[in-house]
């Protein structure tokens, strides 16, 4: 996603990071779930495997944000929905969640802070406050005395260089997995 050594997704970031978010707080009309709607188009936009297809990674983008600002809403309309059941008075078995997705989701945590641990010292403090503690951006440059944009520079290079940490973790998982599975049947082909 190069484009004149800069990259496209880091001058959409500059450009209309801000405007993104006030698109999306017209849908959900809140701030946080509209920085976090805007956070994923951002990665998803990131995440796409053939970017120079794209004719307009701006619309793209705000394709992208108006969609999942609509899935938001749509979980929003599910949950309110009336059974005429008291929800309060029936009692659920667990609040716990499967034990595999339990697991999946801790292994993914694991993942994400091995990730961020190996981001360069500023840009992980930037990162860490921005995503973890959900501080703006006028206040991260402010904790660390930094510029605004700087601030974000670090913010959106961590969500890169993770989001590639754990591309390439997760696909040396697989390539494991798969070669053990191959392993086993060499082994069982043996024995018979």
């Known amino acids: 996603m190069t484009k004149n050594g800069q990259t496209i ?10 405007r993104l978010v006030g698109y999306i707080y017209n ?18 936009l990131h995440s796409i ?5 794209i004719i307009s990674h701006k619309a793209f983008l705000y394709r992208i944000a108006h969609n999942l600002a609509m899935k938001a809403l749509r ?15 029936m009692e ?18 694991k993942l994400f802070c091995d990730a961020v641990a ?9 990162f860490t406050l921005r995503i973890i503690h959900k501080k703006s951006f006028k206040e991260v440059s402010q904790e660390l005395n930094i510029s605004i944009s700087t601030a974000e520079k670090h913010v959106l290079k961590g969500m890169r260089d993770c989001q590639n940490y754990m591309k390439r973790a997760k696909k040396q998982s697989v390539n494991l997995s798969s070669q053990q599975t191959l392993e086993g049947r060499k082994v069982k082909r043996q024995i018979v």
């Not at 959900?28 to 920085?35: P, Q």
């Not at 979980?75 to 008075?89: A, C, H, L, V």
């Open 49 to 53: 495997e053939n970017p120079e297809e």
């Open 27 to 44: 849908f959900l009309r809140s701030e946080n779930e509209a920085e976090e709607v805007a956070q994923e188009a951002f990665l998803k």
């Open 92 to 109: 659920v078995e667990s609040n716990e969640p499967p034990a595999d997705q339990k697991v999946s989701s801790q292994q993914e945590y």
């Open 9 to 18: 997704l880091e001058e959409l970031y500059r450009d209309h990071s801000k």
């Open 118 to 126: 190996t981001l360069p010292p500023k840009c992980r403090a930037a």
């Open 75 to 89: 979980r929003r309309k599910i949950i309110k929905f009336d059974t005429g059941i008291n929800m309060d008075e």
